[in-house]
């Protein structure tokens, strides 16, 4: 196992894709740092300042890197033979998938950190360190590094299902797209019970008797594209259960990705 980290840790070094995600993951806070410095410095009042908000907000453009890098970077492995030499050397499927999983975390993880240090070396300096809640904060910081962890558990048994780099990166990237799409529309009829409307004025071809608020909050916070809508507004309903959801999460697809693929024909 740790032969094969080493080896994913080498490639990384020279993934071009990687490097781009950490930039521009590094790019997007700082924009939002200087922006609303700009902001603040022309109209008071109207930036926000609250460190926790920026601290938070690149978990989306990471969770939109990972189904992209997963499928890039397992499926090279596919398409210039290391998969199969792996194999052939003696390392176990399973040990070859929870390597790839594990590499795909640690990316993750390590793209959140750097942006964290980022944004609280610069973010200090424009705003000074006004953070809001801190122990509640640091639930939903935990909570964003599960999610990219239940991410990459989903995408990794993708990319390493589908051999093909170009379709599973087409999958993956639809994938998100439609979890997207359901999670806003979760998230809108989540809100309709809160805001006192009924699920027919929301839809008009729902009826209460279709689906129960318990039901509809699950899935909001079970799927991790709800939990990532959740984090970075800073409207998480449940903070205690996304974490214990995104652990869930994962180990389901890591278990059903490793038996599958303990299968899969490798020709």
């Not at 907000?57 to 890098?69: E, T």
């Not at 003696?90 to 993880?109: E, P």
């Amino acid at each position: 196992m740790l032969k094969l980290l080493s080896a994913n840790r080498i490639r990384l070094q020279k993934s071009k894709f990687f490097w781009i995600g950490l930039l521009v993951t590094i790019g997007y806070s700082v924009f939002l740092l200087i922006m609303n410095y700009i902001e603040k410095a022309s109209y008071v009042g109207n930036s926000i300042v609250q460190i926790n908000y920026y601290l938070l907000s690149p978990l989306s453009i990471i969770s939109f890197f990972c189904p992209i890098f997963s499928s890039i970077f397992i499926g090279t492995e596919y398409s210039d033979g290391t998969m199969r030499n792996r194999l052939i050397v003696g390392h176990t499927r399973k040990n070859v998938y929870l390597a790839n999983f594990m590499t795909v975390c640690l990316v993750n993880i390590f793209i959140t950190l750097i942006s964290s240090v980022i944004v609280i070396l610069l973010g200090i300096g424009m705003f000074g360190w006004h953070m809001i809640n801190p122990m509640l904060f640091l639930l939903h910081y935990l909570s964003g590094i599960m999610m990219l962890i239940a991410f990459a558990g989903f995408f990794t048994m993708v990319a390493m299902l589908i051999h093909n780099k170009t379709i599973s990166t087409v999958i993956s990237i639809i994938t998100f797209l439609v979890s997207y799409m359901i999670a806003g529309v979760t998230r809108r009829l989540v809100f309709s019970f809160y805001n006192g409307e009924s699920i027919s004025d929301v839809f008009s071809f729902l009826s209460g008797d279709m689906v129960s608020q318990s039901a509809l909050e699950f899935l909001y916070d079970f799927m991790p594209m709800g939990q990532c809508l959740q984090i970075t507004s800073n409207t998480v309903f449940h903070p205690f259960r996304l974490p214990v959801y995104s652990a869930l999460f994962a180990v389901i697809t890591v278990i059903c990705g490793v038996l599958i693929f303990s299968k899969k024909d490798m020709k």
